[in-house]
């Protein structure tokens, strides 16, 4: 209420106590006051009420909210079910305008302004993971998941070079990446990895090669990727920027699930600092815990995010931001950072309770965790004969674990997969000499008790199958 409202509520209710309620309503104008002028978390997060009540009255600004509004356009924001529109906080005009996602909409005063501060508060919890501001200037979130926003970035790239069709993609055997690039028009060209141990790594002088032999004013950027299944290492970016820069080639790094991982992080800053990198893309979901739908592209470069933004073809809808924006609120700066520290520091356990396991089996934790911080796994060497690898994890969804993933290299399998034909598809090469394995992923989010529970369940399925 304004005060001049509150000032008429005297006539009805002891003045004393008014001015009590007064108070603390002027505590909600400085959460709110502070948000508008800090654009970053609040130091704690929001209660849900608090944020609800900020919702309302944001939505109050969308002109499908007017209280005397009249529609008479082909869009106008109708919304049939009340559910729908509960569930939207009556935001239904979308973000962007046909130009530009970025742009602000004339009929939606309530949903640009949500769509800028989420930008911000992003921003912030980006560098609050440990980005550094050169690093990311400026960023853009698009209600797209990761593998579209790759697909839209380098589509963007195209129409800078467009006799270039070919991405140097160092192989990682995740479906999305190798149709993103497809999905662009353009021509994806795998780079084996090279195998150290049991780590799988970027092949250095293969991209080298390839680039003296394709040329480089017919590529159009290499794709690395940062955060991937074990037992492949996230890609030696630093290393790859250099090239890029070097050759005057760009580079769009896949960081899916990097934020949560300091090292990826640092990673990139230098790889920025030190090299050519013109994007890189996160998915919200696999981040921030909110539902699939939404990434962030970010970059060094200002102008590029302006571009992917103009190219994106018409508005787009407005959910995915809405709920990294409520996470963001309701997270705060204080749980932000207890996630990423208690992932950090749950992964030594989650290792050691595997290493304890694998060894009564007669098994080993694959040894990639010096490289690879979220992803990792253990040898599936001495399974019964009559038990195919893959009945391991069939066995554990049925016992409710989600997530883990079993490689079968027991027999040497041929997969196509956007017209490319690949060996061992899902284990990042053609070869891997430890064999089939298990991998589990040590995410943001995740609880010591699960972990205690996933491992007891492991034991019991493992009983079962090794021999
Ligand atoms: C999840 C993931 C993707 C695809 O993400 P979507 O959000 O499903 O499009 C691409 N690459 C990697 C490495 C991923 O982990």
């Known amino acids: ?67 005397e ?77 990761t593998g579209m926003t790759l697909a839209l970035t380098m589509a963007t790239l ?24 497809a999905t662009a028009g353009l021509v994806p060209v795998p780079i084996e990895n090279i195998v150290v141990g049991d780590l799988i790594k970027t092949n250095m002088d293969a991209i080298q090669e390839k680039i003296s032999q394709l040329g480089r004013e017919n590529i159009l950027c290499i794709f690395s990727t940062t955060s991937c299944f074990a037992p492949r290492a996230p890609d030696d970016i630093v ?16 960081n899916a699930y990097g934020i949560q991982d300091s090292k990826i992080v640092h990673n990139i800053n230098q790889s920025c600092r030190q090299g050519r990198v013109d994007a890189f893309i996160q998915s919200t979901d696999k981040n921030f815990m909110v539902p699939v739908g939404g990434a962030i592209v970010a970059s060094p470069n200002k102008d590029f995010i302006q571009a992917i933004g103009k190219n994106y073809p018409g508005r787009a809808n ?23 520290d208690s992932r950090k520091s749950l992964l030594p356990y989650f290792t050691e309770s595997l290493t304890t396991l694998a060894k009564e089996f007669n098994e080993r934790l694959l040894d990639t965790v010096s490289e690879n911080k979220i992803s990792f796994g253990i040898t599936l060497s001495n399974l019964k004969t009559s038990t195919p690898p893959s009945l391991i994890g069939s066995k554990l969804f049925s016992r409710s674990c989600s997530g883990s993933r079993v490689i079968d290299l027991s027999s040497n399998k041929k997969n196509t997969v956007a017209n490319i034909e690949f060996n061992n598809y899902g284990s990042h090469t053609d070869h891997y ?28 399925v493992l009983k079962k199958e090794l021999s």
Request: aromatic fraction near 6%; glycine fraction near 6%.
């Open 318 to 340: 407005g959910s995915p931001i809405l709920d990294l924006f409520i996470t963001l609120l309701s997270m705060g700066k204080d749980i932000w950072k207890t996630l990423l």
């Open 158 to 181: 195209a129409q800078q070079k467009p006799q270039a069709k070919y991405v140097l993609w160092p192989r990682i055997d995740q479906k999305s990446c190798l149709k993103s690039i």
């Open 69 to 145: 509004n009249i529609g008479v356009g082909e869009r106008e924001g109708r919304v049939f079910s009340g559910l729908v529109q509960k569930r939207h906080y009556g935001l239904s005009h979308g973000i962007g305008r046909s130009g530009d996602i970025n742009e602000q909409q004339p009929k939606a005063a309530g949903s640009s302004l949500i769509q800028k501060l989420t930008n911000y508060l992003v921003l912030d919890a980006m560098k609050i993971a440990g980005f550094e501001s050169d690093t990311i200037p400026s960023c853009l979130v698009l209600p797209m998941a």
């Open 433 to 460: 000499p430890p064999g089939s394995y298990l991998t589990i992923a040590c995410a943001i989010g995740i609880e010591k008790q699960e972990i205690d529970i996933f491992i007891q369940r492991l034991r019991l």
């Open 1 to 67: 209420m304004n005060q001049k409202n509150l000032d008429l509520c005297k006539g009805l209710v002891k003045s004393s106590y008014i001015d009590q309620a007064t108070q603390a309503t002027s505590q909600y104008n400085k959460l709110v006051e502070s948000l508008l002028t800090q654009r970053r978390l609040p130091d704690q997060g929001w209660s849900d009420k608090v944020i609800e009540l900020f919702l309302e009255q944001v939505s109050m600004m969308d002109s499908n909210n007017f209280v």
């Open 239 to 254: 290393s790859i920027s250099k090239l890029c820069k070097q050759e005057n080639i760009a580079h769009i790094i896949n």
